[in-house]
């Protein structure tokens, strides 16, 4: 397979995670108890974390306790969390709107810690996707609800800075993906438990279809989704890996015209059209080597704490992207 080929190969399997996180809203509308944001991400996370430590039966050492928690914290816990109560609060999809954000924060960040240069191709981008999901998913009904409008800006800081450490930081030698991902969705989980037992309780019951729910989050939702999300990370710039994450308002609102009979507008066919604009922009504009799969040799100094280095002229090495 070609590099470009390669890249596209890799690009969609990729997003393949945030259309899976798309579903997310018809999940908890549909599936879930009420107003239990705190539960919801718990339940999404600890428990898929967990399964994947058993599986990669590795623990973090070193270092990657402090970076695990924090990472954790970032792509996880506060994400999670941030985007339900912005999910809760924000009708019409202003909550997709405000997570339109994320990619101009991964912008800036991989410029100053991955040493990625500003594209006037990339700022583009971010405008027109910015735009195309404010087209897609904003009716005359929209409200801003300042806490939700917060919760957003605050969940597309936290996860675009976690996106730029995990790639500044890459894994440590010898261990796999699936561990380093259990790290992050067990770390992410623990955060959350103590304000979950603290401020909402665990259900006194719950029905087929709320565990039915929960499962299909946790299993399909965290679990497949967040291997494929850090894969990707991997293997792809940190700012191209971003824009992927505007498939998840396009899913929303298609899976909302198949299943909940809402309408699809020529407007909407435009803003849809211009989010797979931005995304493509910068697919074809971030075509620097790539690195390769888990069993690439990470940048020096990774997993020690030392800055990495540049790598030589023929090494796979990894490029710049929530």
Request: include cysteine.
């Amino acid at each position: 397979m070609s590099g470009r080929g390669r890249i596209a190969a890799d690009s969609l399997t990729t997003a393949l995670a945030p259309m899976v996180w798309g579903s997310t809203y018809l999940v908890t509308t549909e599936f879930l108890p009420p107003d239990r944001p705190l539960l919801a991400a718990l339940l999404r996370a600890l428990p898929a974390g967990l399964l994947l430590v058993l599986f990669a039966r590795a623990l973090p050492t070193g270092v990657w306790w402090w970076r695990s928690l924090v990472l954790g914290t970032l792509n996880i816990g506060a994400f999670l969390y941030l985007l339900y109560v912005a999910a809760y609060l924000l009708p019409g999809g202003v909550a997709a709107l405000v997570m339109s954000v994320q990619p101009v924060i991964v912008m800036l960040l991989a410029a100053l810690l991955l040493g990625d240069r500003l594209r006037p191709a990339h700022l583009l981008a971010c405008l027109l996707g910015a735009f195309g999901v404010g087209l897609l998913v904003v009716g005359p009904e929209a409200a801003l609800d300042p806490v939700g409008v917060l919760a957003g800006l605050v969940a597309a800081v936290s996860m675009g800075s976690g996106i730029v450490l995990a790639k500044r930081w890459g894994r440590p030698e010898g261990v796999s993906l699936l561990g380093v991902t259990g790290w992050q969705l067990t770390a992410g989980g623990l955060v959350l438990l103590p304000p979950t037992l603290l401020f909402e309780g665990l259900p006194t019951s719950l029905t087929p279809v709320n565990l039915a729910g929960f499962a299909y989050l946790g299993l399909v939702g965290a679990l497949l989704s967040y291997v494929l999300w850090f894969r990707g990370l991997e293997r792809l710039p940190a700012l191209a890996v971003s824009f992927l994450s505007f498939a998840s308002p396009l899913t929303a609102t298609l899976l909302g015209f198949l299943l909940l009979d809402e309408t699809l507008t020529p407007v909407q066919g435009l803003g849809a059209l211009a989010a797979v604009g931005a995304v493509l922009l910068v697919q074809l504009t971030s075509h620097r080597p790539v690195g390769r799969g888990p069993g690439s040799r990470r940048p020096a100094g990774a997993g020690t704490g030392a800055p990495p280095q540049a790598a030589p002229p023929d090494a796979a090495r990894t490029s710049e992207t929530v």
